[in-house]
């Protein structure tokens, strides 16, 4: 616990708060929502089986590649702005 307050209190030292804001915020949504999302999104390729007994809608109605790319893009979007 030592280390993470004196690099807290480092960093609090070093940078301007509007940049631990923005870059704090950024790394909260990287870890909970971008690695998540990209752990789902690989379920299809890392573990066929277990993704096909889990899911709930049929297969026609799976989103595309396509479909996909347009939700990452969309999410980075969001996250830009």
Known sequence: ??????????????????????VGGLLIQAVFW???????VS???????????????PAPRQPTAGDVWQAVGVSARNQAL
């Open 1 to 22: 616990m030592d280390v993470a307050a004196n690099l807290w209190k480092q960093a609090v030292a070093t940078y301007d708060p509007h940049a631990i804001d923005v």
């Open 34 to 40: 971008w690695l998540p999302c990209l752990v789902f």
């Open 43 to 57: 379920l299809d390729a890392l573990a066929p089986a277990f993704s096909a007994r889990h899911k709930i809608q």
